[in-house]
């Protein structure tokens, strides 16, 4: 949001280079979005097959209710999926969690006429579309680079310093 602001203001970004980044699956083309349900839900009859018959219904309604709220939320007929965070965090992590998730639903690209760099991961992750599949209608100029690894862990371990060369 910052390199449009810059370029509006007659004082372009030096370079924009994004990590793997989203915008919200409202953002995405119908095809993209589509997909990414077709992933979540093989996902899903995975992790299911891994449980035991007494925890598959519990399981089963939670991603029926998260897949209801994702669908209508597309529609715009529900307001953005709130989750907490996965882990255990104190209060004031969790209000930051929050809002970055405020943020990604309230946020509208808007096109970017000068030179972008993408560097998507390899794997990617099942809840996530394809970065690369995203960003060429919104950057006339796009770069694409490809680091090893999956959303996380592009720039963990090994992987960082790949990453970190295609940065710079």
Do not use: C
Not at 20 to 46: C, F, I, K, M
Not at 72 to 80: D, I, K, S
Not at 140 to 154: C, D, I, N, Y
């Amino acid at each position: 949001a910052v390199a449009p602001r810059l370029a509006a203001a007659g004082t372009p970004a030096a370079s924009l280079t994004l990590l793997d980044t989203q915008t919200n699956s409202r953002q995405w083309p119908l095809q993209v979005w589509l997909e990414v349900l077709g992933r979540r839900a093989r996902y899903h009859r995975e992790a299911l097959a891994r449980q035991s018959w007494r925890e598959r219904f519990a399981y089963a309604a939670g991603a029926a209710k998260g897949f209801k709220r994702l669908v209508f939320w597309r529609l715009g007929l529900e307001p953005a999926p709130q989750r907490e965070a996965r882990v255990p965090v104190p209060p004031a992590l969790q209000k930051g969690y929050e809002a970055t998730l405020e943020a990604i639903a309230a946020y509208r690209p808007a096109r970017y006429d000068y030179p972008v760099t993408l560097i998507a991961s390899e794997n990617g992750h099942p809840r996530m579309a394809d970065a690369r599949r995203i960003w060429p209608r919104y950057a006339q100029q796009l770069k694409l680079h490809t680091a090893p690894g999956t959303h996380f862990s592009m720039i963990a371990g090994a992987n960082v310093a790949i990453a970190a060369k295609l940065v710079s």
